[in-house]
């Protein structure tokens, strides 16, 4: 399976989140405390850049989202924190070169997306 097709796969488990600020947040602070393993370090800043998205929508703060994008965000972070994934997170030094090569992809779908979310949350701060 490739990027595509493993982001549209997880995109559609986010349907079980959009909607339920509790599930969300959940997601939010288990990929949260992924974010110190090793393995994840070369993208810790898509990360939490993809946490504060998907945290200002689910709160109600960014109203003027994209609901694919939403979908795509999220389904990477399902992506990253899932246990079953092509490569297991477990084997050391290779367990997340799939999670870094999802979350890569994903920031490249949702550029524009970010772009504006960016533009949004420079004028809100």
Not at 65 to 85: F, H, K, M
């Amino acid at each position: 399976m490739n990027s595509e097709e493993t982001l549209k796969k997880y995109g559609s488990k986010a349907k079980e989140y959009i909607g339920d600020k509790e599930k969300t947040e959940g997601l939010l602070n288990k990929v949260t405390k992924m974010l110190s393993k090793e393995g994840l370090s070369s993208i810790v800043t898509e990360i939490k850049d993809l946490i504060s998205y998907i945290s200002d929508v689910t709160k109600g703060r960014y109203k003027d989202y994209n609901g694919w994008a939403l979908s795509t965000a999220i389904g990477a972070i399902i992506y990253v924190v899932s246990p079953i994934d092509v490569i297991p997170d477990f084997l050391a030094g290779l367990g997340f070169i799939d999670d870094v090569a999802i979350v890569g992809y994903a920031m490249k779908k949702l550029h524009d997306e970010l772009q504006k979310y960016h533009q949004w949350k420079w004028k809100e701060e």
